[in-house]
């Protein structure tokens, strides 16, 4: 019964291309169907995630050792439940939103493929399977980003896939050279190659290889230096794609990092070695740059792009500290800036569908035209800068302290650094996010001294409305009470076998 | 188990009731329930003083709270600073519902806010480590900025921003130096930091954190030079929130700078002398600029600053004389609480002053109180008492400052520089008290004894309700008493903070009303007058100018200094580097794209059967010819013979 396993995976690829067969014309109808799917893909997960947990399933053998093989392994599960749970609230959002672009039927075939491709990165047993679907992804997603086809949105994502497929062509090096090794098959915890019982000669070149996968994989999750796609290709995305792009899609590099990493070379071969030194130079560099670039902007979904720059950066940073703590943080990191950079988008993409405002600084005085909004995007805000009672918090107090664990020389240095930038990226952020909060409520718009101050309600209707607020309430209790969520991570975090 | 819960509801039921004014829609209903939890909170907060013995080291945890956990314990300072914060909400609440009467824009959101910061505060007091400490601090600085606002006006969005950046920065170097702490100790419990750190003192980094951590709650308290927020944001909040800020949220400052000169860096003979340098200097200019100013709200703005820096000092001669730390430690404790009940009438009765002449401009409001008895009662109640005369308690709490550093210059027994110093700090502590005496009389002056101006004489019917009135009886009776009997009084409640503080109770009395620490008092008040009336009365307050500030705000750090980096230079700077580092890989494929895909900018023109050959334009020959297959091929040639000759004679 374990072919349960590849349903969610391909269930949504199926049903999404089928949509263009169908042409659904009338809107409750397409709207009771995507949301169908969507549902069904989620109820899915979580029974594959259940019952067929740690199960490998192949669906075919192309040639010796090039399995097509799926399993729910924890990592998996922690993900693929993200993924979905993301694309259903989100799916339920751009049912409003989408009027405002028009053609809704491509965009929901192809969102919903996306989430089929994200699962199957999530599912993917050996680094075969999740490069076809880390490259289907990319595919599936260039359609969600040229959505308007204006000439500026085919453009941006042109720029998107170039970058994309060149980062996965960087990937695909790697994966290429693991797979030259003897036994690096499938994934498993630790690592294969230190298992294959390998000189240290012939492992010399691991690192190399692991700073070219990493960097190439990285593009998805916006590392410099192939960072560059995001703040060209979410501001022109429709507000639902560019929230999943860059809360849910940048996490399929940090599922791919985490595999090459941690399931196929292994903690210990990376720990010491100059591909750790690399990687977390770069990490710095991008969570700096990222925060510095997000303060200077004034358009704000390029503003919160250029913060999905740096915040995704947390991730990779807490992971190659290489200890358990950190790990934990990156992890929840990657759920906590899910809830987070969806909820920005979300209620960026309301503001926009309501009002057609796009930059920061047309946004003064916005608090009380559209009060629940702000009161989310505050919230959102205050979890990202890491403000106690938030999630953010959470993550970022288990990332610092596992940084600052390591106890040998020059790499303690690093880390400390690393420490110091992630608190001055708290407070860029808090520049660029909380003070759009501040002036938004407290501020008043002066600028026109209307005679007659009649404060109109611009709120965006319960739709959009309500996926906001379970997000933003996703946020609230995990700031309170992460508990079971850190108990279940500090599993995911224990199968990496570091 | 009724402790526990005792405990969480002190700290969670104000931070819920925060949540009341989205259910509840009239403000008197929600103004009258956090009067009630006020008063509960009180109860609360008086029977675990008394019972302090009790409970002292119970640990009450909430493991699952934030992921870490957070916990509580009562200790003798915390329990006292919760007593002092449940009264002063008390007041501020009561006032709150007269001084929002007649504009109640936005006042339901005003007291969400204000409840919530109260729970905070209070879980500041009452936390047993610093990972619950820092929570509540933020939640406490952040929430407070709604608060700090909520005029809305130009000033209070100016002070606003002010306050926001210095709490936000704050709280991010106290995180900070939170992590190094952590990883060099592995505990944060306050009660253990003392013992976790006695082995590190030789380390940089724990003075590193200490330090870092000290920024933070120097900020709250408006220690110099973090005090550039503190007199734009006093003035601009509404006065029940001003005696707030005032009374306790610097309070919460004093007991973080306790908690790290005491626990983390105990016994540094270096850092206590910092500390005593910045606390010597904060108390100066306070009082110095308080003189100065010709704002009601803004003078006692700077005399909170520099009343502050008196408790500083306190905490840094408690360090320095160590064993006989007792009198410095009582001290402190007690001058913090007088500093509360004083700040409270104080920015109470400006609150009065402003709701019913709405100004605070010391020419607009002059002779305000001399139809008043009842306000010059309480205004000189708290001026006598914060001047430091005797049978007031300020007198009691300032004499035991002045007497620890008298004893530290004895302690030194040859002339030295370390003697220099202290006799510099003594001298400063006189001269500050002369100015404090000097710019209460000022205020004095102005309110009771001027002529009325043309705004005051247009109130007719004083707006000052009865609540306010019995509220104020009571604090300045609590203030009155203390004074005139410190021994029962004062004394025991010192005691109570005494192994918080790390010293012996007092052994024996110090006698107060001797003539030696009356001399001190005199020398202050000498001070002042001869500052008032000789100094001030000749240059700045003039009979046909009225007041006027000299200086006026004209040069401030936060103006030239600080905005300047944080706001212009070092976001230029690195947004330039981080530009660069943004089109790294852009600008590769642009070089990419020069180099293999340039565009032709020749139109191709279709003649017929030359489909495939564009015509030449002979204007046009150069760039066609570089445009050429021919001519990227003679480059590709070229390159080709350079590497050939470079490995032929190189290599």
């Not at chain 1, 507000?239 to 292994?266: D, E, Q």
């Not at chain 2, 008493?481 to 005494?498: E, R, S």
């Amino acid at each position: 019964m374990n072919f349960i396993t590849i349903i969610p995976v391909f269930l949504p690829i199926f049903l999404g291309a089928l949509m263009f067969k169908l042409n659904i014309q009338d809107r409750k109808k397409r709207e009771k169907y995507v949301s169908a799917v969507l549902g069904a893909t989620l109820l899915l997960t979580i029974i594959t995630n259940f019952i067929y947990f740690d199960q490998r399933f192949t669906l075919m053998t192309f040639s010796a050792g090039l399995d097509f093989s799926f399993k729910a392994d924890s990592v998996a599960v922690l993900f693929s439940s993200i993924f979905a749970i993301i694309f259903l609230l989100v799916g339920i959002y751009s049912f409003e939103y989408i009027k405002h672009d028009g053609d809704d039927n491509r965009f929901f075939a192809f969102y919903i493929a996306t989430l089929g491709a994200l699962i199957g990165i999530a599912y993917a047993d050996n680094l075969f399977t999740m490069y076809l679907f880390y490259e289907m992804l990319s595919i599936l997603s260039f359609a969600l980003v040229m959505h308007t086809k204006t000439k500026e949105s085919i453009a941006a994502a042109k720029k998107y896939i170039y970058y994309s497929l060149f980062g996965a062509a960087l990937g695909l090096i790697g994966i290429f050279y693991f797979y030259s090794i003897p036994s690096a098959k499938g994934f498993e915890a630790g690592g294969v190659l230190l298992q294959a019982g390998l000189s240290q000669e012939s492992l010399a070149l691991v690192p190399v290889f692991v700073i070219i996968a990493v960097i190439g994989f990285g593009c998805k999750a916006g590392m410099f230096p192939l960072h560059g796609w995001l703040p060209t290709a979410h501001p022109l995305a429709p507000a639902p794609a560019s929230s999943v792009l860059s809360g849910v899609i940048t996490k399929a590099g940090i599922i791919a990092i985490i595999r090459v990493v941690f399931f196929t070379v292994g903690a210990d071969i990376i720990r010491g070695s100059i591909a750790q030194y690399v990687i977390l130079g770069l990490c710095i560099i991008t969570i700096f740059i990222g925060s510095m670039l997000a303060y200077k902007e004034n358009v704000l979904k390029k503003r919160l792009a250029y913060s999905t720059v740096s915040q995704v950066s947390y991730v990779i940073f807490g992971l190659f500290i290489l200890n358990e703590v950190a790990a934990i943080g990156a992890l929840l990191q990657v759920v906590f800036h899910a809830l987070a950079k969806n909820t920005l988008f979300l209620c960026a993409g309301a503001i926009i569908y309501k009002t057609h405002k796009t930059k920061c600084s047309e946004l003064i005085g916005m608090g009380k035209q559209m009060p629940k909004t702000f009161a989310c995007f505050t919230i959102a805000g205050l979890s990202l800068v890491g403000i106690p009672f938030f999630a953010g918090f959470v993550s970022k107090w288990y990332i610092a302290t596992g940084a600052l664990l390591i106890d040998s020389k020059p790499l303690s240095t690093i880390a400390f650094i690393g420490v110091c930038v992630l608190m001055i990226s708290a407070l860029l952020t808090a520049g660029y996010l909380l003070v759009v909060s501040a002036k938004a409520f407290f501020n008043e718009n002066d600028t026109k001294k209307n005679a007659v101050k009649k404060v109109e309600n611009k709120e965006a209707n319960n739709t959009m409305l309500i996926p906001i607020g379970i997000l933003t309430c996703a946020i609230i209790y995990f700031g309170i009470r992460p508990t079971e969520l850190i108990d279940f991570i500090s599993t995911v975090v224990q199968s990496f076998g570091m | 188990m009724g402790i526990n819960i005792l405990i969480l509801a002190m700290v969670f039921v104000p931070i819920l009731l925060g949540l009341m004014p989205l259910f509840v829609k009239n403000d008197k209903t929600v103004n009258l329930t956090l009067v009630i939890v006020s008063i509960i909170e009180l109860i609360c907060s008086l029977y675990l003083l008394f019972n302090i013995d009790l409970y002292n080291g119970t640990i009450i945890s909430l493991n699952w709270f934030a992921g870490l956990g957070i916990n509580f314990e009562v200790n003798g300072l915390g329990i006292l600073q919760a007593v002092a914060t449940s009264l002063i909400w008390i007041g501020a609440s009561v006032f709150s519902k007269e001084y929002f009467s007649n504009k109640s824009k936005n006042i339901l959101r005003y007291y969400g806010f204000f409840s919530v910061v109260f729970g905070a505060t209070m879980g500041i007091f009452l936390a047993s480590d610093l990972f619950t400490l820092f929570i509540f601090f933020e939640i406490m600085s952040l929430l407070s900025y709604p608060l700090v606002v909520h005029n809305q006006d130009q000033d209070a969005i100016d002070a606003g921003n002010s306050y926001l950046a210095f709490s936000v920065i704050g709280g991010l170097v106290m995180l900070m130096g939170i992590f190094i702490l952590y990883s060099l100790t592995g505990t944060l419990v306050i009660s253990q930091l003392a013992t976790a750190c006695s082995n590190l003192q030789a380390s940089p980094m724990l003075v590193a954190s200490g330090f870092m951590i000290f920024v933070g709650f120097a900020i709250k308290s408006g220690l110099f030079p973090f005090n550039g927020w503190l007199p734009k944001s006093y003035p601009a909040s509404p006065a029940p929130f001003s005696a707030c800020l005032s009374s306790v949220l610097s309070k919460t400052g004093v007991y973080g700078v306790i908690i790290v000169t005491f626990r983390i860096l105990q016994g540094n003979v270096a850092w206590a002398s910092f500390v005593l340098a910045i606390g010597v200097i904060t108390m100066f200019f306070g009082a110095f600029f308080a003189f100065l100013s010709k704002d009601l709200k803004e003078t006692l703005a700077y005399s909170s600053m520099s009343q502050i820096g008196f408790i500083t000092v306190g905490v840094a001669m408690t360090q320095l004389l160590g064993e006989h730390g007792t009198i410095a430690a009582y001290g402190t404790v007690l001058h913090m609480f007088n500093h509360t009940c004083i700040k409270l009438i104080l920015f109470t009765l400006a609150g009065v002053v402003y709701q019913n002449i709405h100004s605070l401009n010391l020419n607009d409001i002059s002779g305000f109180g001399r139809k008043n008895p009842l306000i010059k009662v309480y205004y000189s109640i708290a001026a006598l008492s914060i001047m430091g005369i005797p049978l007031f308690s300020g007198f009691i709490s300032k004499t035991l400052l002045h007497e620890a550093i008298v004893e530290k210059i004895w302690m030194f027994d040859t002339f030295s520089l370390g003697a220099g110093l202290m006799q510099l700090s003594e001298m400063m502590f006189l001269l500050s008290g002369g100015f404090t005496v000097a710019y209460m009389l000022k205020l004095f002056i102005v309110l009771f004894i001027n002529k009325p101006s043309t705004k005051v004489l247009k109130v007719k019917n004083v707006l000052f309700t009865k609540q306010t009135k019995i509220i104020l009886g009571c604090v300045s009776f609590i203030l009155l008493a203390m004074g005139l009997m410190p021994y029962t009084i004062m004394d025991n409640i010192a005691g109570i903070t005494a192994s918080f503080m790390g010293v012996h109770p007092l052994d024996s009395q110090v006698n107060y009303f001797a003539f030696v620490n009356i001399k001190g008092a005199l020398i202050s008040v000498t001070i002042g007058l001869i500052l008032y009336f000789i100094v001030a009365k000749n240059s700045f307050i003039t009979k046909e100018k009225g007041y006027v500030n000299p200086w006026n705000g004209k040069v401030s750090v936060e103006n030239l200094i600080y905005k300047p980096i944080i706001f212009t230079v070092l976001p230029n700077v690195f947004g330039f580097i981080s530009r660069i580092f943004d089109i790294f890989a852009d600008l590769f494929i642009y070089i990419f794209n020069f180099i293999f895909c340039r565009d032709t900018k020749i139109p191709p023109s279709f003649f017929e059967g030359k489909k495939y050959s564009p015509k030449e334009d002979a204007s046009n020959k150069k760039i066609s010819i570089t445009k050429s297959l021919e001519y990227s091929l003679l480059l590709y040639g070229l390159g080709f013979v350079i590497i050939m000759l470079y490995l032929l004679f190189a290599v």
